[in-house]
């Protein structure tokens, strides 16, 4: 699958050539869940003010904010789980009215029907036991379940959907293990992503490196064999991690309460709020802590392309 790439930034030369305008919104619905995962991001800090869902009317307020400033793309994720959002469905409609491209990060524990344009499932288990080891329940067969009746759901509904599974790796035997439990399900891809982990600390150690590099290598043999396994680019990032975020502008993260995150991992870091008259201004002057980063991440890629556009190269003018 070609959508599970680091190059994005490509197809979007006009905002890196100085535009600069949010290209990807990534919402969170909820900030709460019904998994327990221990890896995750947000599980570990203890955020302020209780539990909260964005409610519709807050959603298109915020959403049509978000496309007078420039976004093209937007991404319903957690913090929570969004399909847990009460007005969940009433938010999808909208947005498939209004024509906009829209995916979706989610456990799937919680069957619904839609059309965005992706659903990425974190299946993370090839049983109950090594479910519930890696997202803290037992709901492995019931999401396998959901996976399966979506699928069939889409081929007249929704064929355009992409429908994936991700899985965190972090032994080739639980690679192969969840090929194996999973390979029968018809869905477009399988993505093998690695741990992501404050300033890349667990990668740092040899034997994990040693056992990463052996991970990929048995990514790509299934990859061989079967084209939707897709070896996700972030494994190519391990040890990288640029000085500043300059391509922060890229992506506007906002949370259930309408507030701008520095960046979607850093849900604790507020620069403002969506409907703040210069929010972006707000948002380019903002400074992170890039120590406090987690490594691989999605953004590495986009920063090290804007960073090359941004180089002084001497003589530009003799190519």
Not at 5 to 14: L, N, Q, Y
Not at 66 to 83: C, D, H, K
Not at 151 to 168: C, D, I, M, R
Not at 174 to 189: H, I, S, T
Request: glycine share 6%; net charge neutral; proline share 4%.
């Amino acid at each position: 699958m070609s959508n599970i790439t680091g190059d994005k930034m490509f197809s979007h030369v006009d905002r890196v050539a100085g535009d600069f305008r949010p290209i990807t919104a990534d919402i969170f619905l909820t900030n709460y869940c019904n998994n327990r995962c221990p890896y995750c991001t947000y599980a570990r800090w203890t955020l302020p003010n209780g539990t909260k869902a964005m409610t519709y009317e807050e959603f298109i307020t915020y959403a049509e904010k978000l496309r007078a400033i420039g976004v093209q793309g937007f991404i319903l994720t957690g913090g929570g789980e969004p399909t847990i959002c009460p007005d969940f469905l009433r938010i999808t409609n909208w947005m498939e009215e209004q024509g906009l491209h829209y995916g979706i990060n989610t456990n799937f524990n919680n069957l619904v029907y839609f059309k965005p344009d992706y659903i990425k499932v974190s299946l993370d288990g090839y049983d109950e036991e090594s479910y519930e080891r890696s997202r803290g329940v037992r709901k492995y067969k019931q999401v396998i379940e959901n996976i399966r009746a979506y699928a069939e759901w889409k081929k007249e509904n929704s064929p355009k959907t992409s429908l994936g599974v991700q899985f965190v790796a972090e032994s080739v035997e639980g690679v192969l293990k969840f090929y194996e439990a999973n390979r029968g399900l018809d869905v477009d891809y399988y993505s093998f992503r690695p741990l992501e982990s404050t300033g890349g600390s667990y990668y740092k150690d040899k034997l994990k490196k040693t056992q990463a590099r052996e991970i990929t290598a048995a990514i790509k043999a299934l990859a061989a064999k079967d084209s939707r396994v897709t070896l996700n680019f972030k494994w190519d990032l391990l040890e990288k991690q640029e000085t500043t975020c300059t391509a922060q502008w890229a992506q506007i993260g906002v949370n259930e309460r309408g507030e701008v995150m520095y960046c979607c991992h850093k849900p604790y870091q507020i620069v403002g709020h969506i409907l703040d008259d210069d929010i972006l201004e707000k948002k380019a002057q903002a400074q992170t802590d890039m120590s406090k980063c987690d490594i691989p991440c999605r953004m590495t890629a986009p920063n090290m392309f804007v960073a090359q556009t941004m180089k002084q190269r001497k003589d530009p003018y003799f190519i």
